[in-house]
């Protein structure tokens, strides 16, 4: 992806209308099929975490982290029951 080429304008109005932006570009979407199988098996395989458990980044250099947790608000404090899953590589 060449980030030269982005239309920095471009991507300040679709942020400031939507919140958001899709960026479509071969390269990455090359890539994203054996990244899903990837992490797809990450989710298979790895050890899930308390949130109780304490972590420490330099861990991830040996496996990577993964916990849930079971949110009540959401970003802006309204309350809202969620299962929150957080994934470290």
């Known amino acids: 992806m060449d980030l030269a080429v982005?239309?920095?304008e471009r991507v300040d109005r679709e942020l400031d209308h939507s919140g958001y932006m899709i960026i479509r570009d071969p390269?990455?979407?090359?890539?994203?099929?054996s990244a899903r199988t990837e992490y797809e098996q990450f989710l298979l395989?790895?050890?899930v975490h308390a949130p109780r458990h304490s972590f420490d980044f330099r861990a991830l250099a040996q496996h990577p982290w993964r916990k849930?947790?079971?949110?009540?608000?959401?970003?802006?404090?309204h309350p809202y029951a969620q299962n929150l899953q957080s994934t470290l590589l």
Do not use: K
Not at 27 to 33: M, T
């Open 68 to 77: 849930l947790a079971i949110g009540s608000r959401i970003g802006l404090g």
């Open 6 to 8: 982005l239309d920095l």
């Open 27 to 33: 390269d990455i979407s090359a890539v994203c099929p």
């Open 45 to 47: 395989t790895s050890v």
